[in-house]
């Protein structure tokens, strides 16, 4: 009574390469919850009706790409933006930018963008922006730390834009 059944194929070449990276997964290797058994079989029983390496090829080619597809939609559901929020509030005290969480992510910086403000309705630097000075706020209300070493601390440009942006959305 084995519960798991193990369904695989070789597939490899620059259309693959060029489709992973076209959809941004060519980083992932873990896809939880993709139910990817229907597409399988569909190829498994293709491949049993007939003997023509050419359709098989032909086939494959179209049934990968719709496994791209649907790994790709489902990467980005709503765990993926709360990945995203997650890494940034963990990461809050580190210098960070589109660019460095979608690195992080991996993700690309436009994916990243879409992802996140299809969940949360803003921009991922205005994210970061309002959680640094969330966090900044507290420090101040809650601490004797100077402005200059919260500014330091969450990574500011510099005292100044600290107080500046500060000042202007609190």
Same mark, same amino acid.
């Given at each position: ?36 058994? /229907? ?6 029983? $293709?491949?049993? #009706? ?7 090829? !032909? =086939? *494959? ?37 589109? /660019? ?6 991996? $993700?690309?910086? #436009? ?7 299809? !969940? =949360? *309705? ?49």
């Amino acid at each position: 009574a084995n519960p798991w059944t193990k369904k695989w194929f070789n597939i490899s070449g620059q259309l693959c390469e060029k489709l992973l990276t076209a959809y941004g997964i060519e980083n992932k290797v873990y896809f939880p919850n993709s139910s990817l058994g /229907e597409l399988f079989d569909e190829f498994f029983d $293709f491949c049993t #009706s007939t003997s023509d390496i050419n359709r098989i090829n !032909e =086939y *494959g080619s179209v049934i990968f790409h719709r496994i791209v597809q649907q790994l790709s939609h489902n990467n980005h559901t709503k765990s993926s933006a709360a990945e995203i929020k997650n890494y940034i509030d963990s990461n809050i005290y580190e210098k960070l930018t589109a /660019e460095s969480v979608a690195s992080h992510i991996g $993700f690309s910086v #436009s994916q990243l963008g879409r992802i996140f403000k299809s !969940e =949360y *309705g803003k921009t991922v630097y205005s994210y970061i922006l309002e959680q640094k000075l969330k966090t900044a706020e507290n420090l101040i209300k809650n601490t004797r730390i100077s402005v200059k070493e919260i500014s330091d601390m969450l990574k500011f440009t510099d005292e100044h834009y600290f107080c500046y942006i500060f000042k202007k959305k609190c």
